[in-house]
Every structure is written in C-alpha cells, then in structure tokens.
C-alpha cells in the first residue's frame, strides 16, 4: 500500500543538518506513526513520503521554505532587562510572549547588562534538514481516526473528544 492521504504511516527516522549534525532520531526508541495528510509533519517530508511503501528507505532534504521557513531578522527584539525582574534569566531559555500579534515563543539568545535579546523565530528556521527515513507500515485509517485527524493506538487514543 502507498503512503495517499488518510493513510497511517509508520516510520523511523532521523534528522539532521545538511552539514550532518543530528538533530532527532527515532531509532532508539518506538517508531513514529501520524496520518499522512494531516499536517503533522513539515511540508517537505510529508511530500516526500508520497507514494512509498512499507519497507522504503530514502533520504529526503527538505529546504527552510518546507520545513520552518527562513529566519526573518524583525523577529529578534531587545526588551529592557527589568520587564523580567525577579527572574534567573539565560540564554537559551525559551518562553511564551505576549506581542501585539498574540502569543508567540520566543527564546532568550543574549543578556546584557540591561537588555535581553529575545529571538522570535523557530530554532530550526532557515535551517535545510535532512531526513532518513525507513518506512516501516503504511495502513488505512480508522473511521475514527479520520474523525478525530490522528492515529489511535491499542485501546483508542486515551483521550477525550
């Protein structure tokens, strides 16, 4: 069976830099399963999928507009170091911001003495990925999953609706 929309896909893999850092990796633990077509994965690997079969292996590279999108420099904001009185603040934190467009994350990358430079960008954007991917299962899905638009294990999903 091909990996089409509305198929539950079952796959390890592993994620890396074009430059061969490793970012994720499935392998030494349980495989992945999503249904294909719901947007669970980026553009780019999902598109990639189309059309494999259990027992595929493949390397796809996924360029930043179909993974995380590129970076974009107006989301890297100074904010007065005393907005975050009688907080430990460090690099590398990551944390939810009120903008004037919503919620959004954001991640602190530097501290100056008074000044926090906080960047509102994905880690991985502008970033190309590299997948390797082994497609373990293809199987269609449930009426159920369909329904509530992701893969239910043994018993349900064990959860409510």
Known sequence: ?????????T???????KEDVQIDSSRDGNPMSFLHGQHFLIKGLEDALVGKVAGDKFVAE?????AYGERHDELIQLVPKSMFEGMDVEVGMQFRATTDDGDQSVMIIDITDDEVVVDGN?????????????VLAVRDATEEELAHGHVHGEGGCGHEH
């Open 1 to 9: 069976m091909q990996i089409a929309p509305n198929k539950v896909v």
């Open 11 to 17: 796959m390890h893999y592993t994620v890396s830099t």
């Open 62 to 66: 996924v360029a930043p507009e179909n």
């Open 122 to 134: 994905h880690p991985l954007s502008g970033v190309t990925l590299k997948f390797d991917v082994e």
